[in-house]
């Protein structure tokens, strides 16, 4: 396989288990046991159950895997649907590459990948792929869909998607993609959903995919199962190209947003596999024989997206939002929030340990500085502070509540705003706060770049902020150095930069975990984007 060799991937090692159980062979039959938990789940399930349409009989023969996830989506659009919630699209859509346990590509529909120019990816396709509906996937099939891609700004892959500049049909199975300028980031954003293909007829008749899907996963959906909070379902795909992965005859997904509801279903045997596992959980995980998934890769982050003051005029000066960094004690957060499970001391925006860590941030505003806060925000005119909301859900409200306290040291006030966990990442894009919290899971500074700082990424659609210009231009000479050295320094000065400007501040470094019980076989995978295994190559015993 030729891959191009222009950036690198975190040398953090692999998704691991932390205990060696769970590795065993059989099916199991599905069936509901008798143990109690939470009255959301139940209710959940029964809503679930009866959606199902299916004989009690035929349901009883077949093998079901079932996974707790902490969200589902507004809409079922792979290019509309946030990375952070996209496990319950994986199972229907495929993506052009995949990222295996060694955080190294491995081909998927694109069997290779070369730069014949700095500018330009050709992608070398399987010629054996069928969709669900019996359409083709070919290179006509990628432009389809990347050409839709741009044209939906709402996309929170827009700056991908808006960065090609043109995508060429080569031959049937050959496809150029040559961007403005140079993004060797590409092929490991094709490994997560920004990189899943949908049906050409889909686009072509332009389906609903807000609440239907059109891949050519291992499994098909079950349209008769969704249920936007609370269930969804897949049933294996007897056409598969990569049949050997499709080991289980259905796939359960259960939405559950609360953190110890998901946990006391995995612990009750309501759930197999449980995304988002939390750091306070690890422990009794592992005496309840389950195997604990981690990739420390997870950051945790605020990002000022009103600095040019549209909604609080105080986040327009640079010595405000500096102001909030200093008063930002990572170290308590990991203790009250995090129970001892994060890394406080690491500061900048690329995983620790991997080639582009920046460690000259290493345990910047590790520790806080109230009184300079408090001297930066006198000096910008704000000696009693201000306030600003800003958008929670359950799995972030513990640390947004540590942080809220924070600030008020300083005198600012961040109220917490409560908002459906499905409709978070759209608020935020949609410039309804001032400040926002990201989960940042990105491993190349491009791909972190493009996401949440660039002048035309998706969190400033809403605000046109234009102080990253020059920010702009340096990201793209990083990605045009022929020398990985210097394009290295350059990535380390825009961290910087961002941090010093107040752009984004990293509240806790941590590791996505998932837990996986005793009853599930084959190797689980983290990848650095995904905080619930795909199921591929998973079974379940009887």
């Not at 090692?13 to 109690?36: A, D, I």
């Not at 809503?47 to 077949?62: H, L």
């Not at 394009?487 to 806790?508: C, H, T, Y």
Request: charged share 25%; hydrophobic share 40%.
């Amino acid at each position: 396989m030729r891959i191009g060799t222009s950036w690198r991937l975190p040398s953090v090692g692999k998704s691991r288990p932390l205990t060696n159980e769970g590795r065993c062979s059989g099916m199991r039959k599905t069936s509901r046991p008798k143990s109690s938990v939470l009255l959301g789940i139940l209710v959940a399930f029964a809503t679930f159950v009866a959606g199902c349409g299916q004989s009690g009989s035929d349901e009883e023969n077949k093998a079901v895997l079932r996974f707790g996830v902490f969200s589902g989506t507004d809409s079922l659009d792979p290019y509309l649907t946030i990375q952070a919630v996209a496990a319950i699209l994986y199972p229907e859509y495929d993506t052009l590459t995949l990222m295996d346990d060694r955080f190294e590509l491995k081909p998927s529909l694109a069997t290779s990948w070369t730069r014949p120019d700095p500018r330009t990816w050709r992608l070398e396709l399987r010629d054996d792929v069928v969709f669900h509906d019996g359409s083709k996937f070919d290179a006509e099939t990628v432009k389809l869909n990347f050409e839709r891609g741009r044209s939906l700004q709402a996309s929170p892959y827009i700056a991908l998607y808006s960065a090609m500049s043109e995508i060429k049909v080569v031959d049937a199975d050959t496809v150029d993609i040559t961007f403005a300028e140079p993004y060797p980031a590409f092929p490991a954003e094709a490994a997560t959903i920004a990189g899943a293909m949908v049906s050409p007829k889909a686009i072509k008749e332009k389906g609903d995919l807000t609440s239907t899907m059109a891949g050519s996963g291992g499994w098909i959906f079950d349209a008769r199962t969704f249920d936007r909070k609370s269930a969804l379902a897949f049933d294996a795909n007897p056409n598969y190209w990569n049949a050997g992965q499709v080991k289980v005859d259905r796939l359960e997904y259960n939405i559950i947003t609360d953190d110890n509801a998901r946990f006391n279903a995995l612990q009750g045997g309501q759930i197999d596999i449980m995304g988002h596992l939390q750091p306070g959980q690890v422990a009794t995980a592992k005496s309840g024989n389950k195997a604990i998934f981690e990739i420390p890769v997870e950051c945790g982050a605020i990002i000022v997206v009103d600095r040019v003051g549209k909604i609080v005029p105080a986040l327009k000066d640079q010595r405000v939002r500096q102001a909030i960094g200093l008063l930002i004690d990572r170290t308590a957060m990991n203790r009250s929030a995090y129970a001892d499970g994060g890394s406080p001391e690491f500061g900048g925006f690329m995983p620790p340990g991997s080639y582009w860590h920046n460690a000259e941030l290493d345990r910047v505003h590790e520790t806080p500085d109230v009184n300079r806060a408090r001297r930066l925000l006198a000096d910008a005119g704000y000696p009693n502070g201000f306030s600003f909301e800003i958008a929670s859900v359950d799995l972030v409200k513990q640390r947004l509540t540590a942080l809220s306290q924070m600030l008020r040291a300083g005198g600012i006030d961040m109220k917490l705003k409560a908002v459906p966990p499905n409709s978070l990442a759209k608020g935020n894009r949609a410039g309804n706060f001032p400040v926002i919290t990201v989960t940042s899971r990105h491993v190349v500074p491009g791909s972190w770049y493009s996401a949440y700082v660039s002048e035309s990424g998706p969190y400033n659609a809403a605000f046109k902020a234009t102080d990253m210009t020059d920010l702009d231009a340096k990201a793209v000479a990083a990605d045009s150095a022929a020398d990985e050295s210097k394009s290295k320094a350059i990535w380390d000065e825009i961290q910087g930069e961002v941090l010093n400007r107040g752009f984004m501040f990293p509240i806790m470094w941590t590791s996505q975990r998932a837990a996986v019980s005793a009853g599930v076989a084959g190797e689980a995978v983290l990848r650095p984007a995904e905080a619930t295994p795909r199921p591929y190559g998973l079974s379940v015993k009887s």
